[in-house]
Every structure is written in C-alpha cells, then in structure tokens.
C-alpha cells in the first residue's frame, strides 16, 4: 500500500532548512523553473527523432503545458503528521533563528486546507521517464537523486540539480511525479523535501529530510497508477511527464513562465524545436513574432534581450560568419550571426548552445556600435566541452571548471571566441582587426565569462616611461579593482616639427660691459604680465574605443570612460604606425550629443571643451586630414 515514509535510523543526519540546491533557484522561481522544465523536456527527445532534425529533416516539436488546478494531498493525514513532529523537534531546538518553525507552520496551513493549489506541468513528443525499476536511470536521477546525472553530451542540463527548481515553488515543497515512457511503461512518485528531525532522548536517531510517497520499504517503489490528484487530466499512452507542484504559491506566474521562455529558448522556438502552451496562451515558432512584439515595449519583459535578438534572426541586414574548431576533444563548429542597427541597445551576443538554450549574454565586445548578435554551438563534442564549463544554473563558461591541467588551454580558447565575435563585429564597419585600439569599454577577458562579468585581468604592459612630445609620462597609479589599466603609449614622433640638434655649447668670453636699461617713459604702461599657464594632469581613463563610422569623410567616432572627475578634459589625438606615433591631424571634432557640440582644436591633435565625468563613458567624433583608415590612440589630460 502507498505510504509516505520518512528513512529514519541510527546516524541520520539531521537536515535543516538551508538545501543549497533549492535555495540556487529562489532568487527567481517562475524563470528558473521555465527555464529548467524547457530544458529537461528538450533533452528528452527521441533519439529517432533527433537523428531525423539532425539530418534537416522536420520533426515535430516538444510540447509543454503549464496548467494551474486545485486538488488534494494523497495520505495527507500522514505527510500532515511527519510535519507536525518536525515543528515540535524544531520548536525545541531553534531558540534564535525561527526560519524553519515559520516554514513548518506555513506549510502545515497549507495541507489543512481542502484543496490546495497546483501547478501542472506536461510534456509531449518526448520519452517520458525511462528506467522506472532501475539504479542511475533517467527515472531514478529525477526522482531520488541530486546532482547526478547522466545526460548525452549534446543536452543542454546536465549537473542534476535543476529539478530542484520545482521546490523552489511551493509553500509545501512536495512535488508528484507521473510519466509513461516509450518502453511502455508508467509510473507515479510523491517527493517531499522538507527538513531532518531528531529524537531527543537519542542523539543518535534521526529522520532524514525527504520523504517518499509510494510502495516499497522506503517509499521509492513508484504506483503503476496515478491517483487522483484533481486535476482532471489523462496522458492516456502518449509518452511523456507530467510533473504536480503541490502548494504552487506564485502570482502573475504565467508571465514569468513566458517571459522566462523565450529569452532562454528563442531559438528553440524559432526553429520549431519547442512549443510552450501557457493557460490560455500559446508560444510556437507562427506565434513567436506575435508575443515578442506584444511584450517588447514592456519593462523588463525580457531580461536577456529576446526582442533585440530576435531582430537579429530576422533581419535581412544580419550577417553571418563561421568558424571550425578543430582542436582535440571540442571539435565543432561556430555560427554568429550579427546585426548593427541604431535601434539596438544591448551590444551583446547570446552564447546558445545546440538545444536552442540561452546559457549567457557576452558584452564587453564594443562599446560604440550599436548591435546585437547570437552565437550558435554546433557539434556534439564542442558542446560536450563547453557544457563541462557550466554552473549548476548553465549561466557561464568558467576556464575553473577545465579539466585538470586545462586551465590556460581553456582560457585562451574562451578568449578566441570572444575575440572571434569582436573581430566579426569590426569586419562589418570596415575596420580591420590591428587597425584599432581596444578598451575597457570593449571586449573583456574574464575568468567566469558571463554576461555582465567584470574582468580583474590586466594588459600584459611595460611599467617603463617613455617621453611624448617633450613631456614626461607620470607612472600610472593603480586603478580600482575590476577597471583595466590604460595601454601604455609608444613612443610618438612629432609629424612636423624638426628634429632637435645637440651643438656644442662655447665657452663664456669676457665683453663690454652693457649699457645701462634706458628709462621707461611715464607715459608708457608696464609690460602686463603673463597669465599663469594652466596645469594638466594626467586623466586616469579606460582604454580607447574606436569606429571609422564614414570612410570617405575620414570620421571616426571614439569612447573611453574617464576613472576621475575633471571640470576641463583634453584629448590628444595620435595615429599609430607599427613602431611610432605622430600627431593626428584633426580638422574637426564635436561631441555625441544631440546639438553635436563643437570642441575646441589645440596644436592640431589636442581636443578641449570635454567634461569628465567620473566612470560615464564619453563619446565624441572627429574628422581627420587622411584619406585612408588610421589606427589610433589617445592621451588624456585634465584640470579643475
């Protein structure tokens, strides 16, 4: 007969509230179970049915329904009691922090009610559940296990916690599970993960914190029928699972589940791979441009930009580029389509691996033009590599998860993509890549390289000081943690002035005496005198960002972000050959504003009329005197 069993024994660890895995996914719920559900359900299509997408052949998609519903707890009265002796363990043992009494009582609400809510999820086109009797199976990882899995190496999850994003939902965290798989076979499961209890007279007894509902001496024999629950649906012997989260306690869910959806499968959905059935509202690849169109003008609807990035798979202007990996043990293939348009405002690349899941956004890549990209892995050992850089979220790509001894091949190879993205990005706007300097602004080079990483590394540069133009370079000071050091300058030779002649100095011959000064006539007013000369300091600043944005008129728009506050800036303009610097020729230069105001132009390559604002990027325009592309650098100089 189906019970609830709770192990219990001598050596039970007593577990509280704090499950890590749980926790991972409360910050937010609705978009890390969509995101979870989405994935699991992907991986578990048909091997045939992969083989025939693989080979460009259609295939029908995932189908995913999410239903809420009120319904009833099987042997409620028990899972009723085993919380009623966890509260009383807890309410003796907690005398400061009472997070998990609070817990307790909440959820023992919760089960009095008659009905409590539900949360249905069901997918379709899929395997469902195998190995419902067996050790290590799809089944038995789901089901009884955290963080084991044995996914292929083409899955988008794979580190065995994400289901643990459906506790993460519910005020009674107890989820059933039901499934039919393609071996014909069916199976149902209750699982409670609730918190450990002790015996007070026994030190050493405990209960453990998760409890089964089914058969068997623990619990863990699933029901070959469902009870019913209330939720009024059949699966009949369409394979597939069907996941119920007791005590669903969220609002405005299914906004969260859409929202959640699309940013982190829009690919998914546009190549018909997903569809997602919502209450009401359906998301399938005819119905995608309909929903991100009607969400787009929402703030924040999509938090990774679906709507930019949509544009990108659908604009006639994007352009696409290629690049094989031929390495040992990733070899694959990757596919960036990139799109510039005025309207974008993300300047990021979504790193997608082959299910269509968003894994993170890379930004960094150029702060001036405005785009958007998507970068596509394809091949199943790159895949495989790049999955074993992951979180648990599958939010990153970290060279501290390579293997042993990896760790600076890894490196480089995460720094060659970024790198391929920037360089593809530049080849658009027609500046060829050693042609331009790159800043903080732009592309970073992060250990954890995810979307919004900040980068501690620094320019491999030379402390040594090199004279420019007959003014000494002062020692850059250290910038605070997580700003890049300005590159060094080179040594700059001045354009057009001559060269200095050292002649020997002759030797002091005695003469006449001079003539004493004439008298000034009182009618005459003194000589004024002159005008303290301002003192510019060096200006701390990000490296130069750059874009040729009209070859034949020779403008250049440029970015940096000063790193201190300056009422007065000055910009000195250099074009860069292979060993030297000269002196850039400015005809024209006005600021990224709506009134495109004018500045100042000083010896023909200082810039003045800038304020620096402390960490606000600065852009401004200039026009130079060649007729061909420059490669350029900057020096930067301020006053109060």
């Not at 441009?289 to 938090?303: D, L, P």
């Not at 709507?307 to 960036?336: C, H, I, M, Q």
């Not at 100042?600 to 960490?615: L, T």
């Not at 060649?626 to 100089?637: G, K, N």
Request: aromatic share 8%.
């Amino acid at each position: 007969m189906a019970k609830w069993n709770f192990a219990c024994g001598d050596g039970v660890t007593v577990r509280g509230l704090n499950n890590g895995d749980i926790d991972g996914f409360k910050g937010s719920p609705i978009r890390s179970l969509a995101r979870e559900i989405c994935q699991n359900s992907l991986d578990a299509l048909p091997k045939a049915l992969k083989s025939l997408r693989d080979e460009g052949k259609s295939v029908p998609p995932v189908k995913i329904e999410f239903a809420e519903f009120e319904g009833t707890v099987p042997q409620k009265n028990e899972l009723l009691e085993s919380l009623e002796n966890m509260l009383a363990y807890w309410k003796m043992r907690q005398k400061q922090d009472m997070k998990v009494v609070e817990f307790l009582n909440l959820a023992i609400k919760c089960i009095k009610k008659g009905k409590i809510p539900y949360l249905r999820i069901s997918d379709f086109n899929t395997t469902g559940l195998c190995g419902i009797a067996g050790v290590g199976t799809p089944w038995d990882n789901l089901i009884t296990s955290v963080g084991a899995s044995d996914k292929p190496s083409d899955a988008g999850g794979s580190k065995g916690i994400g289901h643990s994003a459906t506790f993460a939902c519910t005020d009674l965290q107890t989820v059933f599970y039901s499934t039919f798989n393609d071996e014909k076979e069916s199976g149902f499961l209750g699982v409670a993960r609730l918190v450990g209890r002790g015996k007070e007279d026994d030190p050493e007894y405990g209960w453990e914190d998760i409890g089964y509902y089914g058969e068997g001496k623990v619990g863990r024999k699933p029901l070959i029928e469902n009870p019913d629950l209330g939720s009024g649906f059949v699966r009949g012997n369409k394979c597939g699972t069907d996941i119920f989260i007791a005590g669903f306690n969220k609002t405005d869910w299914e906004t969260g589940i859409v929202m959640s959806a699309i940013d982190s499968f829009l690919l998914a959905f546009f190549r018909n791979k997903l569809v997602l059935r919502v209450g009401e509202l359906e998301i399938s690849e005819q119905k995608l441009m309909e929903v991100v169109q009607a969400n787009e003008g929402k703030s924040g609807a999509f938090k990774h930009n679906a709507n930019e990035y949509y544009k990108v798979l659908t604009s006639p202007a994007t352009r696409k580029f290629e690049r094989v990996v031929a390495d040992a043990g990733r070899k694959g293939k990757l596919v960036l389509r990139l799109l510039i348009d005025p309207t974008l405002e993300s300047r990021k690349v979504a790193m997608v691996r082959d299910t269509g899941m968003l894994i993170f956004e890379q930004g960094g890549i150029n702060g001036s033009i405005r785009f958007a990209g998507i970068l596509e892995v394809e091949g199943q050992e790159l895949n495989a590599f790049l999955r074993g850089l992951e979180n648990g979220q599958h939010t990153e790509w970290s060279e501290d998860r390579a293997p042993q001894g990896k760790i600076v091949e890894t490196r480089e190879f995460l720094k060659s993509i970024r790198a391929f993205c920037r360089e593809s990005l530049l080849s658009m706007n027609e500046i060829k890549p050693g042609e331009r300097h790159d800043s903080g602004l732009g592309f970073t080079a992060d250990k954890g390289n995810g979307a919004d990483s900040s980068a501690d590394e620094e320019e491999d540069v030379n402390d040594e000081l090199k004279p420019v133009i007959g003014s000494q370079r002062k020692k850059e000071k250290p910038l605070p943690k997580g700003k890049r050091k300005a590159k060094k300058r080179v040594k700059v030779k001045p354009e057009d002035e001559p060269e200095e002649v050292n002649h020997p100095t002759p030797e002091p011959q005695p003469g006449p005496k001079p003539p004493a000064p004439t008298p000034t006539p009182p009618d005459v007013p003194p000589e004024p005198k002159p005008l303290p000369q301002v003192k510019w300091d060096d200006a701390e600043t990000s490296e130069l960002d750059y874009v040729c944005t009209n070859r034949e008129e020779s403008e250049y728009q440029l970015v940096f972000t000063p790193f201190e506050h300056f009422d007065n800036g000055r910009v000195k303009l250099f074009a860069v050959a292979e060993v030297d610097a000269y002196r850039a020729r400015v005809v024209k230069a006005w600021l990224d504003d709506p009134a495109k105001t004018e500045l100042k132009i000083v010896d023909g390559n200082a810039i003045e009329g800038f304020e620096f604002k402390k960490d606000e990027p600065l852009s401004f325009f200039v026009k130079l005197d060649y007729s061909d592309y420059c490669s350029l650098e900057v020096e930067t100089y301020g006053h109060n």
